[in-house]
């Protein structure tokens, strides 16, 4: 089985890839229910006369609320298995659309709001998790990256949701739009139970015999299977010649497996402190870098812009849903090719230059009351640039990265740990992007998002070291290789001298 190769259609098993399909369907409805409510806020304010901080809160308590999920989701998914985590999900997601669909009040719907966000902290974690477990490691950027691709569709799908039903009546469209995702809700609970349950979770549990049988169908041959199966085994510390259908797990994993959290915390080894480090580093740079008041605040971007009628502002706003779209499946099929490492530093840099164009176009347009038609139209350009390069590289290797990089014991926890940092950021960005707006002007805002940007260049330069075509049973190795690599070769120069 040879590394570091890129992905194709013959290479990418269709069993593997249908599991993963399923599983990501849930991002789908979490991208809806984010990417619905930046034209719903729009109706939402005119019925409830709500402030802009009220506004914020809506908007961000989403991902407040995801915390709560995504820290529980990881201890959750190793308890009761990855697929039972996504009915929870999907649970978490029907309740939450119906009360927001019936909100008669606003605090309702901020309920509604946060119990969707609990859904979200799971989804989050677990897509990724479960995709990054059934794939093999020449298609794990491939098949691990498409709940970044669901995410887009449902963004796209919430733009065109706030688009179509913009014309009904006011105490009617906005609830529409916000009921619509319990329906995909109650398909993919059912659905997802028909699906296969992690492999590496279930030999963690000692049903060998269960994670054998579908290892070796999300596999593409009998000695890829074997050779990930013994990778896996001698990652938890089993017998690697041991085919017994259930095996005991023994009371000194079980006590290491209690103690995790301590492990992963509070005494972790070098290799882990950096795999955390990465892990956590990546996660709050996705979204400190201002994705979030994109993809929430875009109307109120080309309002500033010039852009006055609601219904343009919409269309114009379906136009980052297409751009995210587009530019994430592009990543699916560079993730595998290029490596996580360059795509993401390649994208962090378009970033950097995206938003510095907006900020200073954003001034212009301003400062003209909107009638330099260059400057807004300059506006909208570099709108969609930062949205397509972020989405080529830092979305989908976000995910990837750390769905793949952390040991099969601490992965749970570890995942949970960087999306619960994940959702802080979203939230801080969606729950403040206002605010900030008026103490510094739009402009300033996405000048410090650019320099933020400058920031997270650096750190993926210094701390992400490359893992395209590593196993996941690999990564500790990798990680502990990063730096003693170096101070090997110091020794050995010292030694010649």
Known sequence: MEKGEGPSLKKINKYACACSIVASMISIIFGYDTGVMSGAMIFVRKEFDISDVKTEVLAGIL???????????????????????????????????????????????????????????????????????VSAPSTRGFLSSLP???????????????????????????????????????????????????????????RLRQGKEIMYKVSNSPEEAEFRLTEIKRNLGMDENCDDDVVNISNSIKKQDEGVWKELLLRPTKSLQRILLAGVGIHFFEHATGIEAVILYSHRIFAKAGVHDHKHQILATCGVGLTKFTFIVLSTILIDRVGRRKLVLTSVIGMIVALTGLGTFLTL????????????????????????FFNVGLAPVTWVYTAEIFPLRYRGLGVGIGVAVNRLMNATVSMTFLSMMSAMTIAGVFFMFAGISVIALIFFYFFLPETKGKSLEEMEALFTKTKDSKNVRKEVEIGDH
């Open 63 to 133: 991902n407040l609320c995801a915390l709560i999920g995504s820290l529980s989701a990881g201890r959750t998914s190793d308890y009761v298995g990855r697929r039972y985590t996504i009915v929870i999900a999907s649970f978490l997601f029907f309740l939450g659309s119906v009360v927001m669909g019936w909100g008669p009040n606003y605090t309702v719907l901020l309920l509604g709001r946060c119990i969707a966000g609990v859904g979200v902290g799971f989804a989050l974690m677990i897509a990724p998790v479960y995709s990054a477990e």
């Open 365 to 388: 347009a301003e400062q003209s009351g909107g009638k330099l038609i260059w400057a807004l139209v300059l506006s909208i350009i570099t709108t969609y640039s930062y949205v397509g």
């Open 148 to 206: 970044e691709i669901g995410i887009s569709t449902g963004i796209l799908l919430g733009y065109l949701s706030n688009y179509v039903f913009a014309g009904l009546p006011l105490r009617v469209g906005w609830r529409v739009m916000l009921g619509l995702a319990a329906v995909p809700s109650v398909f993919l609970g059912f659905g997802i139970l028909r699906m296969p349950e992690s492999p590496r979770w279930l030999i963690m549990k000692g």
